[in-house]
């Protein structure tokens, strides 16, 4: 009998079946049965492969692997579905972000969330990308150039803007970028660059005006005022610094001006008196120009001299001192200087206070800079002094004559309409000012 060399062979293992019942949404379970054949499944029968919900049963015994992916997918939305936020938590990401003095990263919102509408910063930055695509919130740049998308409800560049606008109607000279910048704080602080741009768009839009550089290897300045602005309040700070000056040295401080425009613009200085001619004075004699009257000293120190020395003498010759005070007299009354003894003033007879008076202490209690030159506009202090347009015109016109005030001349007056003129202070020539400041100085 021939031997049975296949006796002792171990039987092939046979494929595993997998049983796969799914009860519902929430319940999958799998059973296993190795070495077993689709009958050895109990209550398992062979389907094809469905989606189906219910009491769907399969049994594969040669596809595991698409069996297992099939799993893993439905596993998948299972819990994409059981993850998705609720609209609760959707509102209190909202309110999070409104709460917030700043924008916020989705790791900085995430922080800021409790129980039960704790969110991850994964999760969160879904919900933060529909509402920007939906306009309520907004995407601001990021802080750095390794930064994270930040989040806000309001928009930071609109804010930005206004910030800017802001800054410059409250500088008091031009101003660059960085000097700007310096001036934003966060979350408003704009790089140097991007603060730039935004200023030439002004520029572009006539909202801002261009000032030339303070040095040939400065940076390009802004301001709220034009170039001729700039110039008028230029060569006044050079007066209020400097002293008296040429009209040379003047055009020289008003940069970017060109001859027309700085010819226009001392004519208006003279005519307003903000700037007064001083008579020449010492070798080589040059007419100067100054904020203020000369002082009469210097114009005299000749004729003191002179008349020191002919008293002395006629004195010394027995001319009777009265009669010599008397000849003195007389010759300042000649030239123009009388000389008279009032009585003292009384209660009853002590000069009332004037309007321009008034006019002085109404700019201090309008504008608290006013000490160091703020301007005050005429329409307000007119409203506050209660008087009506000439005395008002006049008051404010002899304070310029007596040195005390500055005029700011309106460019354009004749651009405006009639109400809008009856704003301003006119001199009836034709010149109109749309403000005044308190020289430095004026107590």
Request: proline residues 7%; hydrophobic residues 40%.
């Amino acid at each position: 009998m021939a031997p049975d060399n296949n006796r002792h062979r171990l039987a092939a293992p046979r494929p595993p079946i997998y049983c796969v019942r799914l009860a519902s949404r929430d319940s999958v379970a799998v059973s296993v049965a190795l070495g077993a054949s689709r009958s050895d499944v109990e209550d398992c029968s062979p389907r094809p492969l469905s989606a189906g919900m219910g009491d769907t049963r399969m049994a594969v015994s040669d596809h595991g692997s698409f069996l297992f992916a099939y799993l893993r997918d439905i596993m998948a939305k299972q819990k994409s579905a059981a993850s998705a936020p609720s609209p609760a938590a959707r509102e209190e990401v909202l309110l999070a972000i409104r709460r917030s003095d700043e924008p916020l990263t989705a790791s900085q919102l995430a922080k800021l969330l409790v129980a039960p509408h704790k969110l991850s910063a994964a999760a969160l930055g879904p919900i933060l990308d529909e509402y920007v695509a939906a306009g309520t919130l907004h995407s601001i740049p990021l802080a750095t150039a390794k930064g994270k998308p930040r989040y806000w409800d309001r928009d930071v560049h609109a804010l930005g803007r206004a910030a800017v606008l802001e800054a410059m109607q409250r500088a008091e000279e031009p101003l660059t970028a960085k000097e700007l910048s310096g001036q934003l704080a966060a979350p408003l602080k704009m790089a140097e660059a991007a603060l730039t741009t935004m200023l030439e768009e002004y520029v572009a839009a006539g909202t801002l005006h261009a000032i030339p550089k303070a040095t040939a290897k400065g940076k390009p300045r802004y301001w709220n005022r034009d170039v001729v602005e700039f110039g008028r309040l230029a060569v006044l700070k050079a007066l209020e610094i400097k002293g008296p000056q040429t009209q040379a040295e003047l055009k020289k401080g008003a940069k970017g001006l060109t001859d027309t425009q700085f010819e226009q613009l001392f004519q208006g200085l003279l005519h307003s008196r903000a700037i007064l001619p001083h008579p020449p004075l010492g070798k080589p004699v040059k007419q100067l120009f100054g904020s203020r009257p000369p002082a009469p000293e210097p114009y005299l120190k000749d004729v003191a001299t002179q008349l020191t020395k002919i008293v002395g003498q006629l004195i010394a010759a027995g001319v009777d001192r009265d009669v010599l005070a008397n000849a003195i007299l007389s010759l300042l009354a000649e030239s123009g200087l009388p000389v008279t003894t009032a009585p003292a003033p009384t209660s009853e007879t002590a000069p009332q206070p004037q309007a321009s008076l008034d006019l002085l202490m109404l700019m201090r209690q309008i504008e608290p800079g006013a000490e160091r030159g703020a301007l005050v506009a005429a329409r307000e202090l007119r409203r506050a002094a209660n008087l009506d347009k000439p005395q008002f015109d006049r008051a404010v016109l002899d304070l310029a004559r007596q040195g005390r005030l500055m005029l700011h001349r309106h460019d354009y007056a004749s651009g405006l309409s009639s109400a809008e003129r009856d704003e301003l202070v006119t001199d009836g020539a034709g010149a109109y000012y749309v403000g005044m400041a308190l020289r430095r100085g004026e107590g």
